[in-house]
Structure formats: C-alpha cells, structure tokens
C-alpha cells in the first residue's frame, strides 16, 4: 500500500501545509482505489456487527432476537435498494463506478458470498443458540410435527375457521398463467398429482395479515425461586400450519411435496418529479408499483428439488445467482413478533425513564418559552426525554400569542402526536405550514397519509424543492411577545418521531437566538416558495455550502497542524462515503491533525494507513439504542467548534438532500457534548469495535486494569 504514496497526481490539492516527514499531498493519488473500501461490502460488515449482538450472550436473550429479526430487515432492505440499483445498471450497461472501481458485476458477485454467508450464519444462530436458549427460558418455537395432540387440535381448528378461507390456490398450466409473486412474500410451492396421475405445480401466498409465528395457548411454567411463576408461551411457524392442512385447498388431489419460498424485489424508485404534475399522486403510484419490481432474490430451502427451482428461476426471470439456498425458516425479520408479544421482563433489557432536563422540569404550556428565552438546551434522546419536543408543539398550538408554526416531517411514523399538535394548531386559527418528505423511503406511505390530512385540515403542506430530499429537522415558532414577535426554533438530528426517539441516540437543540429564528424563517421561505438564497447568518444548508463549510473547518487544523499546533478532529455520524470529503480527511491526517471517527455504520475511508491515514481512527458502537446523531467537533486551537446536524458525509447528504447543520453557541454545551457525548463513546471499551485498514472490525479489548465502559449504559446512568 505504501508504495502507492508515490503516484504523481494531476495537482497539489488547495490548503494546508504538510507536517515534517509526511509525503506532500501532491505527490499522492486520491483516486487509487486501494485507498477505499466498497461501500455495499462495508454496509454487510455492519450487518455482521449487528449480528454480534445477536451472538453475544451479554445482551438479554429476547433482545438477542430482536438483533437478529433486524439483520434479516436489514438485509431486506439491502437487496431491495443497493443489489437492485446494481442489477439495474448491469442491465442497462451503465456503470457508475465507486472510488473503489469495482463494476456492477464485481460487486454483486462479493455481495452474493458475503450475505450467502451472513444469511446461513443467522439460520445457525436461530437453531442451534436462540431456540434451545428460549426453550430453556419457556418460550417454544416448535415445527407443526412436535405439536401435542390438544395444540393440533387447536391450530387446525384456527386453520378452518380463519385462515382457510383468506387462502387462495393459485394453478399453474397452459389456462392459468404463472403467478405474481409480491415482494417479500413467503409463498408455498406445492406439487400435485390429479386422479389421472398427470402432476401440477400450483402456489399458495402465506398471507401477511396472521401472525407468522402463531401463538399457541399459554401454559403455566417452574415456579421461580421468587415465588413468581412465569407463563410458558408456545409459537408454530405459520406455513407449516398451512402446509399441513392443503388437502382442503385441493380435494381429491394428492399433494406430493411442498416447499416455501420467499421474493425479494427491486424497490429503488427512481421519481421523475419534472413530469410529475402532482407528486402526491405520482408517489402513490410508485408505492404501488413497488410490489411490481424486478425480482433481486429468492430464498429457498435445500430440499427444493431442482425441477421446482427451475420453474422459479424460468418464470420470474431470475438469474441462476440470485436464487439462494437456505437451510430453516424463511424471513426471520419475523421474529420480531416474538420480541413484541412475549411480556418477559427479565428476558429484555430494563426498563428506564427517559429524564426530563432540569431547564424543563417545572415548565407546561407557555412556560417553556420561557425556559428557552433564558439559555439554549439541549436534549440527548433517549437519555434524555423527547416529550419537551412534543410539548414545545402541543403549547405553541394552544398558546393564542403563537402566530404560526413551520415544521418539517421526514419520518413522523403512525399515530403521530407531532402531526396531531400540527393539527391542533391549525384548528385554533394559527398559520401551520409542514414540509412533507413523501419520498422517505418505506415511510411514503405513512407520509402521504399525513399529507392528505394535513392537507385537509387547511395546514399548507409542500413536498420540498424540486429533485432533492428535504432531510433536515428544525420547527419555528412565531410568538406576539408585547410590541415584538419572537421566534423559537428546535433544531435536530433525529427525526420527529415519538416511537423511534426511545431507542435512536439523537441531539436536539432548543433556542430562541434572534440569528437562529432568521435562519429558520429564510430556511422555510426558500423550501415552500421561491428563493435563490444560499447564505445564512448561523446554519450550514446543503446543497449549498455545507460541503464547503466543513471543507474550510479541515483545512483551517491542516493549518494548525503545520504550524506545530495541537489540531484535532472528531466526526460522529452514521455513514462516511462521499470522496471528496474523505480526501480532506486523508489530507489532515497527513499534516498530522489527529483525527477520531465514531462511524455507526458504512465507512469507506481506510485507517490507519502509513503516510496516508495513520492519525484516523474509526470506531463504531453497536448496543441497545441506534447510534444517530452526526457531530462534527474541531479544535480550533483554545476555541474549539461543534456543528450538530441531519447529514452524513455521503453524496446524497451533501449534494442531493436539504440537510442542516447547526453550531453549539454556548460554551457549556459546547463542553457537554465534547467530554460528555463525544468523549465518553471514544472510550467505549465494551459495545465499540475498531476498524482495521481492510475494512474488517475487531472488539476493543480493555488495557491492564483498565475499567469496562459501555457508553450507552454510561449516559443511562448519568440520567438515573
């Protein structure tokens, strides 16, 4: 790798100077692309580090499932947007190549072994350490044949009464064309023989609206040493209740074999809003058009005979490589549900109580303007509560000196208390303006669901500027305070959703700075009206300038750093990706400004590299709460700066997305989150991993007598 410091490049990159003994930047080949890992392998190295938490016998053995049902999401979600954006540029022979150069052929080929290989892994974990640990504990998922005679008499009575008549048999011959198969459907391919003796291939969609693992009558357990006795709880996989019983779907038939299978499609929509005279309309459409992708994978298992493959392979227009043959159960996402309904207090993580900051504890109604009005605050979520949130917006709908709110919703989820405060307000008279993000991927049809009735309660909604994605999360609120209107703006990295707020690590910002309230008004004017406005007093806005602001913040400690300075920078966030922004980061790391990186998920810049990148640190920290903020720390000499915000360092964030970053302004948080957040989870030695220069990740392990830090279990306890 070293040898490729040499490389003469086109010209010596603007800014800096380097430190003694470094090679000069000029001398170096930012596009070699040893310098980068792929970004879709580093995504599956995150889905193994999720997977650890599964394996870890540390974590409580429901939330060891829970970790488990979100891999197999993840990986849903993997093929519907990354394999099948790959598989659409191999077909349509146009090549986008990452920093890396790998093709669409390439990628795809290192995708297959690599979730081959995750996907079998998870399918042992479940059978040979998840189900006998549950067992032990009294939670039995059991296949139909280890069913007693009482809980088949119980299912199949369920079969009859409710589930037979939802199922449809579905023939396959020259009357009856092949089947539409639905994305993420588990389907049973079934094989028949008539009265004649002549076999048939017919297929039956397990529907989605039952449990997929159906629960079978409680039975009491062991008393416990406590004196308490626990409920054994009993599940039976769903298509084998189904399987069992397909004589009643086909009577006087000879059902021979049958064997499940699973559909995985393209779902990357591609929106052309320049032709879209409505795009709540067209986003509907693409929603729907969503079960109609091109089909990315199928799942089968191995005793599918090769004649039944054959026919799926045929008739879906599948490629040969996109068929994978798993032993066990199909879609375990779908273990979520056992996460869900099984009520074992000791078999989860404990429950906490999210607290609520000192500047708000006494504070309801209007008295939380005035809690604001006296300094900035700051929430950690969950750690800290997020219900401020939701009563800085239930007040301002009820408080009759509020004029007007303006909020942007990205992924508010169901039964929204945000949305309903935004309505509240609108119905007491007061101007409410929401931007819509319809294209959220897998929240649009949650969105468009708002958006009509937001629309319908008068609230003027809009759907963002034409061709980017508006990710950035802030509310104003405008008071009549006396003779003066004063505005309040809450500024974040998480979205406004009450639901995933108690397990998203997320940073809001409560603040009633004159600079901020301006910023946030010129924000909203440009977003819902018509503005060619790119300057701000205080926040950095993608696509314009953001990129360019943190560009000037690496370049100002590469200046430090060549004028023998302490220079340091820490970045938290949940993606690096974009290459520019990691060529400024190799470039300070070559002047010798000390860098550390807590990177959630995928990094594709390589630490730790001599001459190029040995001053970078990447850690990543997987646990109970989903580590979400983005915090972009520079020392700055004795002045340091933080800038806390919605984007990543990807192309989408910087350069196709209206994101915000927002700088802390008081000291004191300013030290918070620099020795609070930031330094505590750079001392993570128990849920962190290190990241080598291949890309591959490896647990911290503690030095001598050094003491286990678990960061997420640190903030908790800080809160208690």
């Known amino acids: 790798m070293t040898a490729l410091l040499e490389t003469q490049t086109n010209g010596k990159p603007a800014g800096g100077q380097t430190a003694p003994g470094q090679p000069e930047p000029g001398m170096i080949d930012f596009d070699n692309p040893d310098f980068y890992i792929n970004r879709e392998m580093s995504m599956l190295q995150f889905q193994w580090r999720v997977f650890e938490e599964a394996a870890d016998r540390r974590n409580p053995l429901?939330?060891?499932?829970?970790?488990?049902?979100?891999?197999?999401?993840?990986?849903?979600?993997?093929?519907?947007?990354?394999?099948?954006?790959?598989?659409?540029?191999?077909?349509a022979g146009y090549v986008d190549l990452p920093p890396d150069k790998l093709t669409p052929a390439e990628q795809l080929a290192a995708i297959r072994?690599?979730?081959?290989?995750?996907?079998?892994?998870?399918?042992?974990?479940?059978?040979?350490?998840?189900?006998?640990?549950?067992?032990?504990?009294?939670?039995?998922?059991?296949?139909?044949?280890e069913l007693t005679e009482r809980q088949l008499e119980n299912v199949q009575d369920y079969f009859h009464e409710i589930i037979f008549p939802v199922l449809t048999p579905l023939a396959f011959d020259p009357g009856h064309p092949f089947p539409h198969i639905s994305n993420l459907s588990l389907n049973l391919a079934i094989t028949i023989r008539d009265p004649l003796g002549v076999q048939h291939f017919a297929r039956v969609k397990v529907p989605g609206n039952f449990p997929r693992l159906f629960p079978l009558k409680r039975s009491s357990g062991a008393k416990r040493k406590d004196g308490t006795v626990p409920f054994n709880h009993f599940f039976v996989w769903l298509e084998q209740i189904i399987a069992a019983n397909l004589k009643s779907l086909f009577p006087g038939m000879d059902i021979i074999e049958v064997h499940p299978f699973r559909v995985t499609r393209n779902a990357d929509m591609v929106i052309q809003e320049l032709e879209a005279d409505d795009l709540l309309?067209?986003?509907?459409?693409?929603?729907?058009?969503?079960?109609?992708?091109?089909?990315?994978?199928?799942?089968?298992?191995?005793q599918m005979p090769e004649a039944i493959r054959e026919i799926l392979i045929e008739n879906m227009g599948l490629d040969r490589n996109d068929l994978y043959v798993i032993d066990g159960p199909l879609g375990l996402h779908d273990l979520m549900s056992i996460y869900d309904s099984v009520d074992r207090y000791e078999l989860h993580y404990p429950p906490f109580i999210p607290a609520i900051p000192r500047s708000f504890s006494q504070e309801r109604g209007p008295d939380i303007f005035a809690a604001?009005?006296?300094?900035?605050?700051?929430?950690?979520?969950?750690?800290?509560?997020?219900?401020?949130?939701?009563?800085?917006?239930?007040?301002?709908?009820?408080?009759?000196?509020?004029?007007?709110?303006?909020?942007t919703l990205y992924r508010t989820g169901r039964n929204s208390p945000i949305v309903k405060a935004l309505l509240t307000a609108r119905q007491n008279g007061k101007q409410v303006a929401a931007l819509v993000e319809l294209k959220a991927r897998f929240d649009e049809e949650s969105n468009i669901e708002w958006a009509k009735i937001l629309e319908d309660e008068g609230v003027h909604v809009t759907y963002g500027l034409l061709g980017l994605k508006t990710h950035a999360k802030l509310a104003?609120?405008?008071?009549?305070?006396?003779?003066?209107?004063?505005?309040?703006?809450?500024?974040?990295?998480?979205?406004?959703?009450?639901?995933?707020?108690?397990?998203?690590?997320?940073?809001?910002?409560?603040?009633?700075?004159?600079?901020f309230g301006a910023d946030a008004s010129d924000l909203f004017n440009s977003l819902t009206g018509y503005s060619a406005k790119n300057d701000y007093r205080k926040i950095w806005v993608a696509p314009d300038g953001l990129r360019a602001r943190l560009e000037t913040l690496i370049e100002r400690e590469i200046t430090h750093a060549g004028k023998r300075r302490k220079a340091h920078i820490i970045i938290k966030c949940n993606h690096i990706v974009d290459a520019g922004m990691i060529q400024w980061l190799y470039r300070a790391s070559m002047a010798g400004?000390?860098?550390?990186?807590?990177?959630?998920?995928?990094?594709?810049?390589?630490?730790?590299?001599?001459?190029?990148s040995e001053n970078i640190t990447v850690h990543s920290i997987i646990g109970r709460f989903l580590e979400h903020s983005r915090i972009y720390y520079f020392q700055n000499q004795q002045k340091p700066e933080i800038y806390i915000g919605s984007a990543d360092l990807m192309p989408r964030n910087l350069t196709r997305r209206?994101?915000?970053?927002?700088?802390?302004?008081?000291?004191?948080?300013?030290?918070?989150?620099?020795?609070?957040?930031?330094?505590?989870?750079?001392?993570?030695?128990?849920?962190?991993?290190?990241?080598?220069?291949?890309?591959?990740?490896?647990?911290?392990?503690?030095?001598?007598?050094?003491?286990?830090?678990?960061?997420?279990?640190?903030?908790?306890?800080?809160?208690?």
């Open 658 to 720: 209206v994101e915000v970053l927002f700088p802390l302004q008081d000291p004191n948080l300013v030290r918070r989150v620099r020795h609070e957040i930031l330094e505590t989870g750079l001392n993570d030695n128990t849920r962190a991993r290190r990241m080598n220069p291949d890309g591959s990740f490896e647990r911290l392990t503690r030095v001598g007598d050094q003491a286990a830090l678990d960061s997420q279990l640190a903030f908790l306890k800080m809160r208690s």
């Open 593 to 612: 400004v000390r860098i550390n990186l807590l990177v959630r998920g995928i990094c594709c810049l390589r630490p730790g590299i001599p001459g190029l």
């Open 62 to 91: 429901l939330e060891r499932v829970k970790f488990l049902a979100i891999v197999a999401g993840n990986m849903d979600e993997f093929y519907m947007v990354r394999v099948g954006g790959l598989k659409f540029q191999l077909e």
């Open 281 to 302: 309309e067209t986003m509907e459409q693409s929603v729907m058009r969503r079960q109609f992708g091109t089909p990315v994978r199928v799942t089968v298992n191995p």
């Open 113 to 145: 072994k690599e979730a081959h290989r995750l996907m079998r892994a998870s399918r042992d974990l479940l059978s040979d350490d998840l189900k006998p640990g549950l067992a032990g504990q009294g939670v039995h998922i059991l296949n139909y044949d």
């Open 372 to 407: 604001i009005r006296r300094h900035d605050i700051l929430l950690h979520h969950p750690y800290d509560s997020f219900a401020p949130v939701i009563n800085f917006l239930e007040a301002a709908a009820t408080d009759p000196q509020v004029l007007a709110i303006k909020q």
């Open 476 to 515: 104003l609120v405008v008071r009549q305070e006396e003779d003066k209107i004063r505005r309040y703006v809450h500024l974040a990295t998480g979205n406004y959703n009450a639901v995933t707020a108690h397990v998203y690590e997320d940073i809001g910002l409560f603040t009633a700075d004159p600079d």
